[in-house]
């Protein structure tokens, strides 16, 4: 039977219109109109975003819309702003964009941007202490290093910002990211470190989660053989909903920032979250970033369904996964600052939408999340668009790139930006038969030699690809570009049928990690599981 969903009239809508689609070819709907490019092109607030290149036309878009409205994608906008408890299996409100609103937004009648708002002067007021040598160590001296422990969203949002605005960066402290419970990643920081001057952030939602309590255990082992046990709390401050865990593990309570169950970890950037970010760039950016988001969130509750870009972008990847079968989509960032936004978007798109269960308990039965992955040009250039160009699987790509770099290597900067446009064209358009054998025959190739290699110098094109172009790399257009995929993920779990804001598949692993991880202990060979994972328990124990 299908799903509610896929029974809908403008799905099958949609299903008929991509089998009359299926011929199209984007060099055709280029030639028939000189006026796509500003036909399928949106912009606002320094950021541009064409989908010209895309396998739509100005039909496949109405359907689109059509089909947001008819899964009531605007009301279930107004219910996820208006503080409604969208999170249905946690019972939960989803409330990120509280985080930076400019006017109150309510859950159960309390204003919770009140809550907000006090926790990020407290913030900010750490943050300026830090950076300007009021807040200091143990011994006296100002920290010059902060390592950020976490995992998921409490380090893969800092991690990016960080990364991304490190121009704004130079009076700031140098920031570290340990996440992976593998002791090679907290050891190596630790190595090149002082710990008289090293800050760290504990950052865990219920100050319980398995990896991030073993890093933050080594961190303060580290401090407590270099510095003093009593010393060690100098040297920690925490994010977290749970601050009395947080205290029974040494942090002081003025240095503990809450945050809340309404804010899901890949969406909490803008809270206490972001703390790395204030310290490595100052709080004034901090709120800048926070204001660009906010100028996103107010374009997505306002503008109908056509013009807004998140809209659009969802309802794309709908159009792709769902019914044009592409089953991965590459992130190419052309912009080195940017290059931890496709493990950014790993996590919050794939764990938001990486989901079969419908809101009701049904299974859906179409493609949801596709794979994304990618990573930042001109590198995947030579590494993994061979596949992009030639190879066999359906895939479609996000282009994001700036047009005003923070350097003065213009020259560089020119390069990088022909390589990302030259790539759309090429990925669209491809090159036929005969211009691939009008090629060779100009590098003066014999017939024998253009007859052996025409079939490895054809490109299809005719691969939809996305660009996104921001006027500069600002903490607002950074702010921006995050809720613009954030809210982007919702619309596609309105149309999906799924609940953004849980993780249930992560439980699993983490459960039986907790059953093995004693059993790892001693030298007696264990003799539960599956024969395969005991065998694998078992060898580790023998040669360990």
């Known amino acids: ?34 006026a796509r490019f500003p036909k399928l092109s949106l912009s606002m607030d320094g950021m541009l975003l064409d989908f010209s ?27 996820l702003y208006a503080g409604e408890r969208v999170n249905s299996t946690e019972n939960r409100a989803a409330l990120h964009i509280a985080l930076r609103a400019g006017r109150p937004v309510l859950l159960d009648g309390r204003d919770v941007t009140k809550d907000a708002g006090s926790v990020l002067a407290a913030m900010g007021r750490f943050a300026r202490g830090v950076r300007a040598g009021r807040i200091r160590g143990a011994t006296g001296r100002k920290f010059t290093d902060v390592v950020n422990i976490g995992i998921g969203g409490s380090d ?20 570290h990211f340990a996440s992976n419970v593998d002791g090679a990643a907290i050891a190596a920081i630790l190595g090149n470190l002082s710990p008289a001057t090293t800050l760290f952030i504990v950052a865990s939602k219920t100050f319980t989660t398995m990896e991030t309590l073993a890093n933050a255990r080594a961190a303060r082992a580290w401090l407590a053989k270099k510095l003093g046990a009593k010393a060690a709390a100098k040297h920690l401050c925490a994010v977290t909903a749970e601050p009395a865990r947080a205290a029974g593990f040494g942090v002081s309570a003025e240095r503990v920032f809450r945050i809340w169950d309404w804010v899901g970890g890949r969406y909490s950037l803008c809270s206490a979250v972001g703390l790395p970010v204030a310290l ?3 709080m004034k950016h901090f709120d800048e970033l926070r204001a660009g988001a906010r100028a996103m969130d107010e374009h997505f509750a306002s503008a109908p369904l056509e013009r807004s870009l998140p809209a659009v ?31 950014y978007l790993q996590q919050l798109e794939m764990e938001s939408c990486g989901k079969r269960a419908t809101r009701n308990g049904g299974i859906a039965d179409y493609a949801t999340a596709p794979v994304t992955w990618g990573g930042a040009g001109t590198d995947g250039q030579h590494a993994y668009f061979q596949w992009l160009h030639q190879g066999a699987g ?6 994001i790139a700036c047009c005003r770099p923070r350097h003065r290597l213009r020259e560089n900067h020119e390069m990088l930006l022909a ?15 005969d211009e691939a054998a009008a090629a060779m025959r100009k590098q003066g190739l014999p017939e024998s030699e253009v007859r052996r290699l025409l079939p490895h110098r054809v490109f299809e094109g005719n691969r939809p690809v996305t660009s996104i172009l921001l006027d500069e790399l600002s903490p607002r257009a950074l702010g921006a570009l995050i809720a613009l995929y954030e809210h982007k993920v919702f619309v596609q779990s309105v149309i999906w049928d799924v609940n953004a804001f849980d993780q249930w598949g992560v439980e699993l692993g983490k459960h039986l990690a907790e059953r093995i991880l004693p059993e790892l202990d001693g030298k ?18 023998a040669k360990r």
């Open 394 to 399: 359906s895939v479609t790509a996000d282009f």
């Open 1 to 34: 039977m299908p799903s509610a969903r896929s029974a809908l009239p403008s799905w099958q809508q949609l299903v008929e219109h991509q089998r009359a689609a299926s011929g199209l070819r984007l060099r055709d709907l280029f030639a028939q109109d000189p």
């Open 419 to 433: 390589n990302c446009f030259a790539q759309t064209e090429a990925l669209a358009f491809g090159m036929g038969a």
């Open 524 to 541: 007696a060979p264990v003799s539960g599981h599956d024969a395969s994972t005991r065998g694998l328990i078992n060898h580790y124990k």
């Open 280 to 282: 490595a760039t100052g």
């Open 53 to 79: 290149k895309q396998l739509v036309t100005g039909e496949t878009m109405r359907l689109l819309a059509a089909l947001g409205r008819e899964c009531g994608l605007e009301s279930q906008v107004k219910r």
């Open 313 to 343: 972008l969802g309802l794309l990847e709908v159009w792709n996964a769902s019914l044009r079968g592409a089953a991965s989509r590459a992130v190419l960032p052309y912009d080195e600052r940017l290059k931890q936004l496709p493990a």
């Open 156 to 175: 893969l949002g800092p991690r990016l910002a960080c990364a991304a605005l490190a121009p704004y960066s130079k009076a700031g402290p140098r920031l």
